[in-house]
């Protein structure tokens, strides 16, 4: 490279006869490993003079490159998490989450066996392509939907997307509000990540309810994506139960082909208020 100067025409090329000893900085210091900074042999000292003394001396260490280039890494591994977690809760106004089931988490539960389940079955969505769901049955108050929030929870907060629904509350939007929308709610429902289907059978049924939960379950079994249903009503797999008596065979066959069943026994775990209240003033 060749420039013009004052004296003429001058070679930027620096040959190794007119290399010259390194020349350190008495004042200028890596702000990281100490290292004086040196003189800057690649330009001619008519550069250095035109451009200043900023660029007389430069790092004589890599700190300053290692630094910029894991800045680099950390904005954009920023930005990747933030994009994943816009895309986990982006359901998360469509869906009737309320304050319990935000709060419900792996970290605040008492360990049981269903839980334990629900744990690697969890860790499992975020490592493998997981197409089977799960039904959790039995009383009310013996932690169903408390399961299915920790799992909801635990896979929104890794950037998965949930979307929750009360089945009662589905069919009553559908009809008030949604009856004009409903193939924009099925093609929610068909494109996130998981489906869990609240309080399954609380509802009276009709033909309509019948015509409306079929739609629901099967656009979910037509994606081959994985949903979790909680309901107080009675199941079993291979017989006649109150959800093929309520629902038909048709819904329960698909049931039985998507979800893998736990059951969850016991007395019910929720407090009342008199108990409540007694927590309060006495601990």
Request: glycine share 6%; charged share 30%; aromatic share 10%.
């Given at each position: 490279m060749e420039i013009i100067t004052r004296n003429g025409i001058k070679n930027l090329k620096v040959?190794?006869?007119n290399k010259k000893e390194t020349e350190y900085s008495r004042d200028k210091k890596c702000s990281v490993c100490g290292k004086p900074y040196m003189k800057n042999n690649m330009l001619p000292d008519e550069i250095i003079n035109i451009l200043g003394d900023k660029i007389k001396y430069i790092p004589s260490c890599k700190c300053h490159e290692t630094f910029y280039e894991k800045k680099i890494e950390e904005l954009s591994s920023k930005s990747d998490h933030e994009r994943?977690?816009?895309r986990?809760?982006?359901?998360?106004n469509f869906s009737p989450m309320d304050f319990k089931f935000i709060n419900s988490t792996f970290e605040k539960a008492e360990i049981t066996d269903n839980l334990s389940i629900c744990m690697r079955y969890a860790k499992a969505f975020m490592t493998k392509e997981i197409h089977t769901g799960l039904i959790f049955y039995g009383n009310s108050g013996t932690g169903k939907t408390f399961n299915s929030a920790c799992i909801g929870n635990y896979l929104m907060d890794r950037g998965k997307s949930v979307l929750v629904l009360n089945l009662a509350c589905y069919l009553t939007?559908?009809?008030a509000q949604w009856s004009s929308m409903e193939t924009e709610v099925l093609k929610k429902i068909s494109e996130c990540d998981l489906l869990i289907i609240d309080d399954f059978g609380a509802e009276k049924i009709t033909d309509w309810v019948l015509e409306k939960v079929f739609l629901l379950i099967d656009t979910r079994y037509k994606t081959e994506k994985p949903l979790i249903i909680t309901t107080n009503l009675e199941y079993r797999k291979d017989e006649n139960c109150d959800i093929e008596k309520i629902f038909g065979r048709r819904?329960?066959?698909?049931?039985n082909e998507m979800c893998?069943?736990?059951?969850?026994?016991?007395?019910s775990?929720?407090?009342?208020?008199e108990?409540?209240?007694l927590e309060i003033i006495l601990y």
């Amino acid at each position: 490279m060749e420039i013009i100067t004052r004296n003429g025409i001058k070679n930027l090329k620096v040959s190794d006869e007119n290399k010259k000893e390194t020349e350190y900085s008495r004042d200028k210091k890596c702000s990281v490993c100490g290292k004086p900074y040196m003189k800057n042999n690649m330009l001619p000292d008519e550069i250095i003079n035109i451009l200043g003394d900023k660029i007389k001396y430069i790092p004589s260490c890599k700190c300053h490159e290692t630094f910029y280039e894991k800045k680099i890494e950390e904005l954009s591994s920023k930005s990747d998490h933030e994009r994943a977690l816009n895309r986990g809760g982006r359901y998360k106004n469509f869906s009737p989450m309320d304050f319990k089931f935000i709060n419900s988490t792996f970290e605040k539960a008492e360990i049981t066996d269903n839980l334990s389940i629900c744990m690697r079955y969890a860790k499992a969505f975020m490592t493998k392509e997981i197409h089977t769901g799960l039904i959790f049955y039995g009383n009310s108050g013996t932690g169903k939907t408390f399961n299915s929030a920790c799992i909801g929870n635990y896979l929104m907060d890794r950037g998965k997307s949930v979307l929750v629904l009360n089945l009662a509350c589905y069919l009553t939007n559908l009809k008030a509000q949604w009856s004009s929308m409903e193939t924009e709610v099925l093609k929610k429902i068909s494109e996130c990540d998981l489906l869990i289907i609240d309080d399954f059978g609380a509802e009276k049924i009709t033909d309509w309810v019948l015509e409306k939960v079929f739609l629901l379950i099967d656009t979910r079994y037509k994606t081959e994506k994985p949903l979790i249903i909680t309901t107080n009503l009675e199941y079993r797999k291979d017989e006649n139960c109150d959800i093929e008596k309520i629902f038909g065979r048709r819904i329960k066959d698909r049931i039985n082909e998507m979800c893998y069943p736990l059951c969850f026994l016991g007395e019910s775990r929720r407090k009342g208020a008199e108990e409540s209240f007694l927590e309060i003033i006495l601990y």
